[in-house]
């Protein structure tokens, strides 16, 4: 009977009296994870060793909830049958999120690994943590199916719609409105890629290499895309660039330093690759550039050193 009330309390507990408990639950959870450096930055994600201000974290927390609420809501009025009430959605789904308090207070303790290479307290960390995130998500259908009248297989397949469409979103909100405010990632250059002047036919690779690695010093991300060719510019655009470095440094922590002193070179029959070690807090990646015959970038990558 305990066993079901921990991960199905809403049959007792929902309305307002859920949301005022969800609400104060998430507050602490804002406050402790500015302390212990966990950002919220997406319906489902968790990253530890971000910097960010107590507004960013009570902003995190309640773009996850709002865009979790919204989403479980606006599904259930299409595919339920009976009368959904959006102080029930809202009030399961913040009373929903309490595994992420105890994933905060966790972190108090010394588990937290240093790195992604940290292998030790990394393995502890994660054994840890599964269980946490499997207790919410259980908890998110069972908020989802009692206050929207669904259950069965139909349920399950539109509460996993609900909650892809829900993290999905929360993450571009936070995205849009957020990455400025995470220390690990300065605000970007306010420069369009039009208004950047380079002449790149006259620079060797080495040069060109040596720009990109100053604008990702000075997170000029527009600078970057000007030496992509057409496939890239259109598949990562500055705005994509930007978030692949905000995740880049909520995971590696700050970066610090790029190397062009080891600076590899090597050549294939078509492109042009070079890797660029980049030091963060929390480990080593190489910014691997791979330029074709015209001297266009048609790749870029951060991956892990070997």
């Known amino acids: 009977m305990k066993a079901k009330w921990l991960i199905n309390p809403f049959e007792r507990i929902a309305g307002w009296q859920a949301l005022t408990i969800g609400i104060v639950i998430m507050a602490l959870t804002a406050v402790i994870g500015k302390l212990n450096q966990v950002a919220f930055d997406g319906a489902l ?32 009025i299409i595919f339920s049958k009976s009368k959904v009430r959006v102080i029930d959605v809202a009030g399961t789904m913040a009373l929903a999120r309490t595994p992420m308090l105890l994933l905060t207070i966790i972190c108090f303790l010394p588990v937290v690994p240093n790195s992604l290479f940290d292998f030790p307290r990394l393995t502890i960390f994660v054994i840890i943590t599964i269980p946490l995130y499997i207790w ?14 669904l259950k069965g297989s139909r349920a399950i397949i539109l509460f996993i719609g609900a909650l892809v469409v829900a993290e999905v979103v929360s993450k571009y ?3 849009i ?3 400025g405010s995470f220390t ?3 605000a970007s250059g ?10 790149t036919d006259s620079l ?44 880049t440094n909520m995971t590696y922590g700050k970066f610090e330093k790029a190397d062009l002193a080891n600076l590899k070179e090597s050549s294939t029959e078509k492109y042009e690759i070079v890797e660029v070690p980049f030091t963060f807090q929390k480990g080593k ?7 074709d015959k015209n001297g266009a970038i048609g790749g870029l990558f951060l991956k892990p050193s070997e």
């Open 136 to 149: 919410m998500i259980a908890l998110m259908y069972n908020a989802y199916s009692v206050s929207c009248h």
């Open 285 to 291: 990646l190489n910014l691997r550039l791979v330029f």
């Open 177 to 179: 409105l957020l990455s």
């Open 45 to 76: 994600d968790a990253h530890v060793g971000a910097t960010f201000s107590f507004p960013t974290a009570f902003a995190m927390q309640a773009i996850d909830f709002l865009s979790l609420s919204i989403v479980m809501w606006i599904t259930g």
């Open 173 to 175: 909100i936070i995205f």
């Open 190 to 199: 306010t420069g369009s890629a039009e208004n950047v002047v380079v002449v």
């Open 204 to 247: 060797t690779i080495r040069q060109k290499t040596e720009e990109i690695v100053k604008a990702f010093e000075h997170v000029d991300f527009n600078a970057i895309t000007v030496y992509f060719d057409a496939t890239m510019k259109k598949g990562l655009p500055a705005s994509g660039l930007k978030m692949v470095w905000l995740q």
């Open 184 to 186: 690990n990632l300065p």
